[in-house]
């Protein structure tokens, strides 16, 4: 019997290891995925994908592997701070970056966004700003500390990759894990730790044990593609900046902001979307600026928040892989962009997309709180946003649905603890990470 069995071995999962490890627990953590060098995406290479669990999203460093975007903030990327208060979620987010550094993280210089001249005429626009110390590592560097961390975990406890949980029953000393061809495996702690891409995994282990899960939120967006000099009136000696902008009782805010980085296709849950690579992941920059406005919905379950999901993109995707681009100019006119049009526009696009009509492709409410932003964003600039700008249809962000859990994030089956992404309550890296390395430190002291 193991201390304490993790689920899932994304970065929560890997900081609540790296600190049961410290305390000599036997620990083993699971994975439907494959170790880090092993992920490798046939898409990448233009291939044809059968894979069972996608090397995009699933295996050691989940999501970590891809940019490894560290922003160490309680003002967006998650609600930590609910859970562990203010100053505790920060104080364990410099904890995260502490770590990270050991293994080789400094590399990548920490910038901040706090801009008090910035927020000042922001809020005169209509926006609030959220700031963030960020460390960006960019896949090379993200996947060389991963690495580091893997081997040293891999001399303290053991793994478990390509498995996968089939049903997980309480025990009289803990719990027993059920894996097809293999022996029952039973643990006193378990941590569930399966992030953002387990969460139809883990909907269905919640039914069979009796848990119940709350809100599910899905943010869809469209993504702006402009020229590269557009937001030097905000963004001047900061590599990026976030804005929240409100109308009419909706929420918007920017996301992934690309300095002379691309706009790519990004593959999740069968669809489709457009999506930001930072210049850093690129062998050389672009003239272009990126961002995503993001709206975000609530709904009662998962599924109905799936449901709006592949009725929009789905709808847009055809089958296939089409993304829709249209220009700026075009989307206030309310006409939609020619191909003709779209290749004589100023403004090159950094991807193949279909030239249309995203009033076509989506819900008012979208098109609408996204032209008054960029209304806002004239005036915060002092200038015209310019018509050339490209946009896409469309972006998205998927969540787990939340769960009641204490604040060291045990369920109400004593226990069992949720962390990360699939707790509903943390959506970045960092976040995910802390709530991992805290509840590692607490399970470490039992």
Not at 192 to 197: Q, Y
Not at 203 to 229: N, P, T, V
Not at 261 to 283: C, H, P, S, T
Request: net charge negative; aromatic share 8%.
């Amino acid at each position: 019997m193991f201390d304490v069995i993790i689920i899932g071995a994304g970065v929560s999962g890997i900081f609540a290891a790296h600190a049961l490890a410290a305390a000599n627990k036997s620990v083993l953590m699971i994975d439907k995925g494959k170790p880090l060098n092993e992920r490798n995406c046939p898409l990448d290479k233009g291939e044809a994908c059968d894979c069972t669990a996608c090397a995009k999203y699933v295996g050691f460093g989940g999501l970590g592997k891809s940019e490894g975007k560290y922003n160490y903030t309680n003002d967006f990327g998650g609600d930590l701070e609910t859970k562990v208060g203010y100053n505790h979620a920060l104080q364990l987010m410099d904890e995260v970056d502490d770590i990270l550094c050991s293994y080789g993280a400094g590399q990548a210089a920490m910038y901040s966004t706090v801009n008090p001249s910035l927020a000042r005429r922001a809020s005169e626009a209509g926006f609030d700003v959220l700031a963030t110390r960020t460390r960006h590592l960019g896949s090379a560097l993200s996947n060389e500390v991963l690495q580091a961390m893997f081997e040293d975990l891999e001399r303290c406890i053991s793994f478990l990759f390509e498995t996968e949980v089939s049903l997980i029953r309480q025990h009289a000393e803990g719990f027993e894990l059920t894996i097809a061809g293999r022996d029952p495996i039973f643990t006193k702690k378990l941590i569930i730790s399966t992030g953002r891409s387990g969460t139809e995994w883990w909907s269905g282990q919640c039914k069979a044990l009796g848990i119940s899960q709350q809100l599910a939120r899905l943010d869809i967006g469209l993504r702006f593609e402009m020229s590269g000099g557009q937001l030097d009136a905000i963004l001047q000696d900061q590599f990026e900046t976030k804005l929240r902008f409100e109308w009419e009782g909706l929420s918007a805010t920017t996301y992934c902001m690309n300095p002379s980085g691309r706009v790519i296709r990004k593959f999740q849950d069968g669809l489709v979307m457009a999506d930001g690579q930072n210049y850093r992941e690129q062998a050389e920059g672009t003239a272009n600026l990126n961002f995503t406005l993001f709206v975000p919905s609530y709904f009662s379950t998962l599924e109905e928040a799936d449901s709006l999901a592949r009725q929009i993109i789905g709808g847009i995707n055809r089958g296939g892989d089409r993304i829709v681009a249209q220009r700026l100019g075009d989307l206030q006119q309310s006409r939609g962009t020619s191909e003709s049009s779209g290749a004589s526009n100023r403004i090159k696009p950094t991807l193949k997309a279909d030239w249309g009509n995203l009033i076509q492709e989506l819900p008012d409410s979208y098109i609408r709180i996204s032209l008054s932003f960029i209304d806002a964003m004239e005036r915060l600039l002092g200038i015209p946003v310019d018509e050339d700008t490209v946009v896409y249809g469309v972006d998205a962000k998927f969540y787990a649905p939340m769960l009641d859990t204490t604040e060291d994030f045990e369920s109400r089956i004593a226990n069992l603890y949720v962390i990360g992404d699939c707790s509903g309550i943390t959506h970045s890296l960092s976040q995910a990470a802390a709530s991992g390395l805290h509840t590692g430190k607490r399970l470490a002291l039992a």
